[in-house]
């Protein structure tokens, strides 16, 4: 079993639109679904579709709209109370796909929560295969919290298998210290890893578009150093069509190439759980990468509120190029 843990849930509501939003006039939406969520929570509901074992860890209130949509969706989770409220993220989508996205202002998390939260992610880990590590962090929370977790589980858990998939400051406060401890897997935007090696993102995904080949080899070079000090797999989005992997014993470039479906929650949550998807069926390299972008093209099924499922993901449409 994975434990997926979520410092910032969310309730995601998300609706269609036919046409484009007109603002100061009345819009009508369709297909409106609100469900738990938060990255870890996303990635653990989804694996729990496909027939894999999740649990999902995270902060809430014992009393809230989150749990009673936690308890009703059947999925293994764990928690520790506090206050609330729970924030809302509406997201409205027109038929091309074209998102906006509406976002209450944070859940207020204190230092000592969030210690809690550290304690029990080590101590559920114990009986748990791996660990997952998701999401912003909360307001309050240093830059370097995950890798102060990432320490903890070390010390108590050196054989677990620690991956990470964040953005911003968090994750380069993570990437910062891989010298120190790294995270088995990362799985990140190229916006970061831009950052990271202070390059220029947009034309790096120009240049993806135009030279694939050449373009994918300059991101290997660049990211070598995290393969170097300990990082066993890097997984980079770069957008839902196109994401790069690198390993030690694979750097690909996966390309969808059908047309994205309508999924309710962020695709590159759909795309971290189909790369978790293919590690916890141990799958090889490629396939985990070929699973990863179908999972964060899929079509979302309607009978589980557009939630990405192994149905709807489309392995065949994915073309991989190995560099």
Request: net charge negative; with cysteine.
């Amino acid at each position: 079993m994975i434990l997926c843990v979520t410092p910032t849930p969310v309730l995601q509501r998300a609706a269609r639109i036919s046409s484009p939003i007109v603002a100061g006039d009345i819009n009508h939406f369709s297909d409106v679904s609100i469900t738990a969520g938060g990255t870890g929570t996303n990635v653990a509901y989804a694996l729990y579709l496909a027939g894999q074992s999740a649990q999902a860890l995270f902060p809430a209130p014992e009393i809230s709209h989150y749990m009673r949509l936690i308890n009703e969706m059947g999925l293994a989770h764990d928690y520790i109370e506090v206050p609330g409220p729970i924030p809302m993220h509406s997201a409205v989508i027109e038929s091309d796909l074209t998102t906006t996205e509406f976002r209450d202002p944070p859940m207020p998390l204190d230092s000592h929560q969030l210690a809690m939260l550290r304690d029990k992610t080590v101590a559920a880990a114990e009986h748990r295969g791996s660990v997952l590590l998701t999401g912003p962090l909360p307001i309050v929370a240093t830059h370097g919290w995950y890798s102060d977790v990432l320490r903890s589980l070390c010390l108590y858990h050196p054989t677990k298998k620690v991956s990470i998939a964040s953005t911003g400051p968090a994750l380069q406060a993570v990437l910062r210290q891989v010298g120190t401890i790294a995270p088995h897997s990362v799985m990140c935007h190229l916006e970061d890893i831009a950052t990271w090696a202070r390059s220029d993102a947009e034309e790096l995904r120009s240049r993806i578009y135009s030279e694939p080949d050449t373009c994918a080899a300059d991101i290997a070079r660049s990211c070598q150093p995290l393969l170097d000090a300990g990082i066993r797999t890097l997984l980079i989005s770069i957008d839902r069509r196109h994401s790069l992997m690198l390993s030690e014993s694979l750097s690909a470039l996966g390309c969808y190439t059908g047309t994205p479906g309508y999924v309710s929650i962020p695709w590159r949550d759909s795309l971290v759980a189909g790369f978790q998807l293919g590690v916890c069926d141990h799958a090889s390299p490629i396939e985990q990468l070929r699973l990863a972008v179908a999972f964060g093209a899929a079509e979302g099924d309607s009978l589980h509120s557009f939630m990405p499922t192994k149905d709807g993901a489309r392995i065949d449409q994915v073309d991989i190029i190995q560099i």
